[in-house]
Every structure is written in C-alpha cells, then in structure tokens.
C-alpha cells in the first residue's frame, strides 16, 4: 500500500452558498533560493462519488500573491480537492460564502491511501461480510465530538482518502452511553455529508455536546460543518478537525 | 500546554479540554488551571475545572465567576502524562450566538507554550504569522484579537497589514496578562485587505477575527500560521 503525500481540502456547493479556494504559497518568501515565482498549482475536485469531477490550473505569480478559485458545482454537493504544485508548502483554505460574508477554514497536507489489486479485493469480500452484521473492519478509529442546538448544529462531512470502498461505521453517544450508530459506504476517493440529527436528539434548550466514535477500513478524515437555524440550507462553515 | 481564547457574552462557547478519548477512558488530563483575566491584565478568577471532564462551558465558567461585561481572556495551563500523550493536543471549542442568522464555528484553541513537538522545540522565531483574505469585497470587519502570556515583561507587536503592494503598520503594546482587539481597515486607497502579518519579540495569544457588518456575529475565529519555525 502506498500513500502519497496529498494535500486536500473539502468543499461544500449548495443554492446560494459559493465555495472557493484561497491559495496562496506564502511561506516560498522564508525559503531561500526558492522564493521566486511564478508557482503553478493544479487543483483536481472529487465529487461525493470519488469520481473526478473538475480540474483547474492556476498560477501564483510570486509569494505573496493570493487567487481565490471558486469550485463549480459536482454530484453530491460535497467532496474533497487535492491540490499540488512544486514547492508548495503554505496551508491553504476553503471558503463559504453567501455573497456578504465567508467562513473559512484550512486544509490538510497527509496523505491518500492507495491499495494494490489483491488487497482492495480482500477489503471488499471482509467488508462485506462485516457489513451483513452491521460492522466495519475498524482499522482506523477517530474520535470526534459533535454539538445540537435549536439553531445550530455540527454535521459532519465524511472523505474517504483511499482507492478502496470505506465503510464507516459511527457510534453516537455520551461518556458509554450510547444512543445510535449507522453503517456509512463510501467509494473510493467518495465523500459523505452525515447529518446528525439523523442519529442524535435535538436539546429542548442549550447546546448539547455528543461524542462520535467512528471505525473505517482505511484511511480517512473528517471536517465538522456548522449550520444555523436555517440548517443546511442556510449560511454554512467548514471546520477543521485535530 | 499553556494556551488561551477569549470569550465575549451572548456567545455559546464550549471548550473541548481534552479532544483524543479512547474506549478505556485514560486520555485524561493530570491538572488543569484555569485563569480569566480582563482586558488590561487584572486577574478576574481562578475557577476551579475537573480535568477528568470532557467539556467546559465557559459562558457558565465566566458567568459564575466574574461580573466582567466586556471580553474576558481565559487561560489553560493543561498538564498531560507524558507516558500516555506524548504530544499536546490543541484544544478545540464551539462557538455560537444563539438565534443568530451565522453559522457556529469551530477552531483550535491558540497555543502558546507547548503544543505539537516541532513548537515545543523551535530553536528559531515563532512568533512571525500570516493570515491572508478573500479579495471580496465583503462586508465582514476583521481584526486580531492579541494576548500576553507573559509573566513580567510587556510585549510590543507589529501588526502589517497588505493592501495590493502597499503596506501598513500598527503597533500594540501589550503588558503581561493584557489583551487588546485590533481593527483591520478592509480597504486602502481603494484597494482590499489581502494579508496581515503579526511579529513580535515571543509566542503572543493571536486570532484573526471577522465579524458581520449588520449584526457583529463572528463568521471568523482562526489561529493565525507560523511559517518560520
């Protein structure tokens, strides 16, 4: 299994709502003899099924220069772009915007998993039959913790950074109470907008803070998506995860 | 981990103290000291928190400690055992107004001694960082909210901010323990705001913030990047 190092971030497209990159290669000043433009950077946007959904091509002309790029819509409304370029070592964000205001967050340099033939077919076989039970193999766990208001939430959108099938399985609850779980199927290099009151209760008053415990069968990662009293068809904010 | 965040009434903030939480429960904090003070550095409280607790509400934290009104900086001095985390996770928090129209944010809380190893051991300057916007135009208002840590000595902080080629700078003194929000000019001679640089002589408390023009909701609440390290 190889993983090369990828940078990625997760974009989100909804009526009214744009999503766009800022990059930028600010810290090619700090680095001696590699400080001058122009950097080329190639942008390939994967939509909610992993497949290939848009490819962009921008040029940063020395570093200090910044270009917003806005990311079309694909199928899903969500999905991750990888973005690479030589010497590019700046952390680059991810906008939503409504047309008067953006949030923002930044991306992560880590990796995608690629699996050769045999495995990715022993993957698929012990997946499946883990699945007739409800199960995943767990083989990376994460630990993430979610908040439910009345008017506002955290959903979380799910990707999938590998080449096989990633079933991921979710345990909600507090402390070891817990109070509801689903079986996820992402494909390859496919994404997941999981919204959490499909597993949690909404609080009659105040905010209450959940703990999600989440087990897949290959490398993946997480971004929490604020939402407001208009949920996701409201104003939205993409948010990093440790 | 020495780190900080700021909290300002009316807003939900919940503060994850320990993040990482295997099925065994042992990822706990040994101590954790909690400390508000207000913007020109008097210590407001000293609350007592349980480090074996997940999350802190810090609008009830502050509520139940201090009359401050304005914002208050909040200040954790997390203790974690080494043979159980050999590295210091960030703590994150979740922030809302409730029944305002924005999005909640979440964001790791800034620190400033300790944290990742390639911190704890920076042999260089840490203390030069960068955050760069959208060229809009937006309405949003942005500014840096800056703290010291500092135990004795005041600090000076230069704040440059980019308009198209053009630069401008500010200074703050902060002394020990002060905290102060600093107004970012969203345009120069009609061009946008694209980038603020913070330095300063040691590891400061800094975010940028953005907030709504019409309601002052807070749409940003982010660490800032250091690129020298």
Sequence with gaps: MKRPPTYYLPWITRPGLECALLLSNVEARFKPGFSVGPF?????????????????QVTLQDGTDAVDLPLRPAVGGCGFA????ERLRSDLYVTLS?????TVTHGRGEFIEGYPGVSRLLLSVAGMLAALGGYTLPIFRRNQYVYLGRDSRSHVLLLNLSNVTNRIRILAGRGRHRIGSTLLRLPPMGSHLLDVTSLLPEPADGTAVWRLELQGNAWFNLYLVGAGFQDLAGPLSLMHVK | MLSATFYERGYDHQVEIIHQHDAEARRRLESLQVSLYDRDGALLAT??????GDIVDLGALVRDSTDARERVMVVFDARYDEAIFPYRPHHYAYLHRPRSPAPPLYYAINAVLGGVP??????HINNFETYVFRRGPFDARYSVVLGCLARFVPVQVQIFTYYGAKRIAQEVTLPP???REVDLAPEHESERLIRVEIKALFRIVSYVVGRRADTGDLMLFDHLFTYVK
């Design chain 1, 40 to 56: 080329s950077v190639s942008i390939v946007q994967y939509d909610a099924r992993g497949a290939v959904a848009h490819r962009y």
């Design chain 2, 177 to 179: 323990k002060c905290h």
């Design chain 1, 98 to 102: 409504d047309g008067h205001d953006y």
């Design chain 1, 82 to 85: 990888t973005v690479s370029g």
């Design chain 2, 118 to 123: 390639d911190r704890v051991g920076a042999t």
């Design chain 2, 47 to 52: 609350p007592r928190v349980d480090p074996a």
